[in-house]
């Protein structure tokens, strides 16, 4: 009798471990390279914020920097003590060349088995597989099969780069599953889930999405032959909508920390700064985007967009500092330039001379926005919950004003960034400094 007892409940614990492991899951790209002189401090610190949004975990970008392993094992064990998981991505497209030639079979199966039994180790499927992912590195997927065999990993790659290419079925024909880092728009319009919906449909129903979600692209950094940017306006807002349409096995926030890109929801850490990037992302922290973040997980994990309470009322909001017109360009263009049938635009085309506003409201509201001594403009939040505003400056300068009313009387006011044509250097900053009431 007490042995049939303890058969049950040992099959309801595994039955309860795989339900946990098959959860829907946020993970956010934590890249190590920028993470230098990092210890379990400091990551206990990251991670508390993280998970303070809502976020299940940080995939860990690793490129063969020299401090990649002190900074792994930092990592898990402060991920240990707070029940964040983490998974290992290794960026082949960063630096191929590290650890004596390439990524080879042989160091991605050590770390991986490094760190797979520890409890800070994310777990997928039936038989609870160490999580592994890449950076692209799809001329690597032989190697990536006898990783499996040696690891037994739940492996699931970014190979956007081949996307399209006739041979991608037959790439995929050996991994658990796939994510896409294609989430920024094509030029001035709003990105879709058409490339999403490509994906997954090249999937076998045991294979997994993980889904890409970003706030925001540019970068311009001339020791690395990069500048241009991706059109960020309403993105951070249309991304999780479409989350909610396409109801990803995983989501990844990219990026935590790649300050060089701009798409950093994490504190700004100025000593791990790639050279160039303290030009546009010293004073440009991100951390308000996050406040979103427990709304719209909350929604994901849900299955919908119903209403979650609202405990405070909040103003949000993210945009460029200066007007596209108000200074040099500084050879920035509109999407990445030399991609095959790719067309690059004027930067100002592609990120406009707008607020990208977010209130955060109990009940429906009253929204006013002044730029400068302007007239404001009126906006009318119609649901519990965040509504997302794109509100043009129509040429206007200066500090920003934002109130939310209700029944005529002011129920939240703050001032925000200031709109300013007097560009730092001469040059615009093609950045999203974003800022809330809290």
Known sequence: MHFTHSLLVAALFLASSIMQAQAKAVFAHFIVGNAYGFNTTTYTQEMTLAAAAGIDGFAMNIAGD??????LDAAYAAAAGLNFKLFISFDHAANDGAFGGSFTAANITAYINRYKSSPAQYLYGANAQPVASTFEGPAHAADWVSVQQATSCFFIPDWTSVKGAGNVGSLLANVNGVLSWDVWPNGPT?????????????LKPNQVYMMGVSPWFYTNLPAYSKNWLYRGDDLWYDRWQQVLEVQPDIVEILTWNDYGESHYIGPLHTENFPTGAEVYAADN????????LPYYIAAYKNG????????EEKIIWAHKPNPASSGSADGTVGNQPG???????????VNLDAINLDVIVQEPSQVTVQIGDNAPSV???????PNHFLVYWNGQTGPVKYTVSRNGQTV??????TITSDCANGRVNWNAVVGSSS
């Open 66 to 71: 020299p401090w990649t392993e002190d900074q």
């Open 190 to 202: 709003g990105i879709s889930t058409m490339v999403d919906a490509a994906w997954k449909s090249l």
């Open 285 to 292: 922290p991100h951390d308000a985007w996050r406040e979103l």
């Open 304 to 311: 919908n967009s119903s209403s979650i309470p609202v405990t």
């Open 339 to 349: 991609l095959p049938n790719v067309a690059t635009y004027p930067p100002g085309q």
């Open 379 to 385: 906006w009318q939040a119609n649901v519990a919950g």
């Open 412 to 417: 939240l006011s703050t001032t925000g960034a």
